[in-house]
């Protein structure tokens, strides 16, 4: 991978309704403000894209590390929870939890499992690209 790579997207609004988000070559994502903002709560906000790109980061992290390292997986879920929260006097993430859920063959060497999952979180960089600390609780499970 080349460095440095740049990404665009753009947001389009009228004083009332929906954001339209929009990224070349995808389909537009309808966006609003979190009912805690005065939303309507129905749509993706901000608050919700960000906490999910930290999950998907996470996830996408652990499967490029887990192919490189030719170690096999059958599942990852994985959950992440922001903390909004005031500092001094602005409002911002204070922390990201990342819960993971890695289902694994029986008889998987567990603790490479766990050093794989702790790489992920210290690779993914969309966590490394924010203010707040990221705190990884991962989960290994035989099936």
């Not at 929009?22 to 993706?44: H, I, M, N, Y």
């Not at 030719?70 to 819960?99: M, P």
């Not at 490479?112 to 290994?140: D, G, M, P, V, Y």
């Amino acid at each position: 991978m080349e460095l440095p790579q740049n990404y665009s997207a753009g947001a389009n609004a009228k004083p009332l309704g929906n954001v339209t988000l929009s990224v070349t070559g995808l389909p537009s994502l309808e966006s609003a403000a979190p009912k805690e903002f005065g939303g309507p709560g129905d749509r993706w906000s901000p608050e919700d894209l960000l906490v999910a790109a930290v999950a998907d980061c996470f996830v996408l992290s652990f499967r490029a590390i887990a192919a490189a390292s030719k170690f096999e997986w059958l599942d990852l879920n994985c959950q992440a929870t922001g903390k909004l929260d005031k500092v001094d006097r602005a409002i911002q993430f204070t922390e990201l939890d990342i819960a993971a859920i890695l289902t694994v063959a029986a008889g998987t060497d567990e603790s490479r499992a766990q050093r794989l999952l702790e790489k992920a979180e210290q690779a993914c960089f969309i966590t490394n690209s924010l203010k707040s600390t990221a705190h990884l609780h991962a989960k290994i499970v035989m099936a």
